[in-house]
Nanobody, 116 residues
Framework: QVQVVESGGGLVQAGGSLRLSCAAS????????MNWYRQAPGKQRELVGT???????TYADSVKGRFAISRDNAKNTVYLQMNSLKPEDTAVYYC??????????WGQGTQVTVSS
């Protein structure tokens, strides 16, 4: 059974930093691409960034240069380091595992609130 659990959200002032973690189990973690998404109130869920099994990362334009995704395969964990946070980064952040067989697994989300 695949389980995905995010942690690390919270309240931070604009300009501050947070690091989110996502622990996944029930998969061969090192072989999986991992995604971070976010959903702000009243908006559609959007892709924040991706890290492939080989460690290649891509980011949405809105976070490029401020956010960084990394992974620790020994801990089955992927991280989202968020720097220079802005109020518009306020959202629920989700970790996603898109399996090659078409299945997609999501965590419960973690709230990030950036105050101005």
């Amino acid at each position: 059974q695949v389980q995905v659990v995010e942690s690390g959200g919270g309240l931070v002032q604009a300009g501050g930093s947070l690091r989110l973690s996502c622990a996944a189990s029930g998969i061969i973690f090192s072989a999986e691409t991992m995604n971070w998404y976010r959903q702000a109130p009243g908006k559609q869920r959007e892709l924040v960034g991706t890290i492939t099994w080989g460690g290649t990362t891509t980011y949405a334009d809105s976070v490029k240069g401020r956010f960084a995704i990394s992974r620790d395969n020994a801990k089955n964990t992927v991280y989202l380091q968020m720097n220079s946070l802005k109020p518009e980064d306020t959202a629920v952040y989700y970790c996603n595992v898109p399996r090659r067989n078409g299945a997609s697994y999501w965590g419960q989300g973690t709230q990030v609130t950036v105050s101005s």
